[in-house]
């Protein structure tokens, strides 16, 4: 068994109790896949995120709501006033003002512009 079989299984190993896709490439450069909530693709797996919880935004400036990169980083797109937001699970160290969203985008919003927030 070479290293990355050994790999392969090792990761198949741990997930193994929930469910996961496999998505593997093939020489034509397709991909194969089966079930779902996690994929592999070159040696890593991705985890898909489950929201803990949903918003509002409410930028009483009246503008879209810019959704950046990381705190207080690159700005990667902006959200209406009212579009419902799905936040996602951080370790904190964004800080206090930042909120971590996955839906309709991944990124950072600004906490105080989030209302109706429900977990």
Do not use: H
């Amino acid at each position: 068994m070479n290293k990355k079989s050994a790999t392969t299984l090792f990761k198949v190993a741990v997930v193994g109790l929930i469910p996961i896709t496999l998505t593997q490439a093939t020489p034509a450069n397709t991909a194969i896949q089966s079930r779902s909530t996690i994929s592999e693709t070159s040696d890593s797996l991705q985890l898909v995120q489950t929201p803990i919880g949903y918003c509002t935004v409410a930028d009483p400036t009246g503008t879209p709501l810019n959704v950046r990169q990381k705190p207080n980083g690159k700005v990667i797109g902006s959200l209406k006033n009212g579009t419902i937001v799905a936040l996602g699970v951080t370790d904190g160290s964004e800080g206090e003002k930042w909120t971590k969203i996955i839906r309709p985008l991944e990124g950072y919003v600004w906490s105080d512009y989030l209302t109706d927030c429900k977990y």
